[in-house]
């Protein structure tokens, strides 16, 4: 059996449909043990072979190494994304530190990104956990991601949206995390499903589903089944397509030039399709098969 780190995020819902709903669910046990964690310890896992698959933040991929990337899957936003928040006591010009939510490189990659480089402001930066209040209690503004993003009361401080602060800089949208396999762990299939084919189709009935899961998930958030199926089907894009790579392949090379993440790797995919990260015109090769 392949072990599954996955993300207990909202955002992640639908992905999962298909190994959490009927048949589906039954028949994947005989090939998947899955596990919920943060996003930051879904790389972690990978990292130390204590999970096969996971999907990461995006900014991980870059420091675990033979990874193979599940083609045509992600959690994206091609403009606003609502649950990347930068919340902020002062206005943009005068932040000069920020607490940033310690569950995922990627967000904490991004914020680094967007006041560096667009903004100018060189700002500290302190990993924390994500409690807004306390975040800002030593700090000027404070970086909020998933779940806690989406609940936070941001009424009277400034606040950033940073997919579409993103887009409006580069006129991109933004990947924030991918399904990864580790190449070890492909053999493990040789007679099973194939990887990308089990991800894509859980994804595609999930996406179907977004109003059965806006309703499930209504009980367990501050938020209203509306509001839930409002983000899941406006706010995130489930697609890894040739526009989503190229935003992608702009964050490594910002990342890389701003010293946030080591240098932009290549992006290797389950079926030895390979894009280099500098190459903003690549597209994703559809297609994989793990046999």
């Not at 399904?179 to 194939?194: E, H, N």
Request: proline share 5%.
């Amino acid at each position: 059996m392949l072990r599954i780190s996955a993300i207990s995020f909202l955002n992640t819902a639908p992905l999962m449909w298909d190994f959490e709903n009927g048949e589906t669910e039954e028949a994947l046990k005989k090939y998947f043990q899955i596990s919920y964690t943060i996003p930051s310890h879904c790389a972690e896992e990978l990292k130390a072979g204590t999970a096969d698959i996971g999907i990461i933040p995006v900014a991980a991929y870059a420091s675990i190494p033979d990874l193979l990337i599940i083609p045509d899957i992600a959690i994206a936003s091609k403009n606003a994304v609502r649950s990347i928040l930068l919340v902020s006591k002062a206005p943009l010009e005068k932040i000069r530190s920020v607490a940033t939510d310690n569950s995922s490189r990627t967000s904490a990659a991004l914020v680094q990104i967007f006041l560096r480089k667009f903004v100018g402001i060189d700002a500290g930066f302190t990993p924390q956990q994500p409690n807004l209040k306390e975040m800002l209690r030593w700090h000027d503004a404070g970086l909020l991601i998933g779940d806690p993003a989406l609940e936070a009361r941001t009424e009277g401080y400034y606040v950033y949206d940073l997919g579409e602060e993103w887009k409006r800089w580069t006129y991109l949208p933004f990947v924030f995390a991918f399904w990864v396999i580790r190449k070890a762990a492909l053999q493990d299939l040789s007679d099973g499903p194939t990887i990308a084919s089990v991800f894509q189709q859980s994804r595609d009935n999930g996406v179907k589903h977004i109003p059965e899961i806006a309703s499930t998930w209504s009980k367990k958030l501050r938020l209203g089944p509306e509001i839930i199926r409002e983000y899941l089907s406006s706010n995130i894009d489930y697609s890894l397509d040739a526009e989503n790579m190229q935003g992608l392949q702009l964050f490594f090379r910002y990342a890389a030039e701003c010293n946030v993440l080591p240098p932009a790797p290549e992006l290797r995919f389950v079926d030895n399709s390979v894009v280099a990260a500098g190459n903003e015109t690549a597209a994703l090769t559809r297609g994989s098969n793990i046999s």
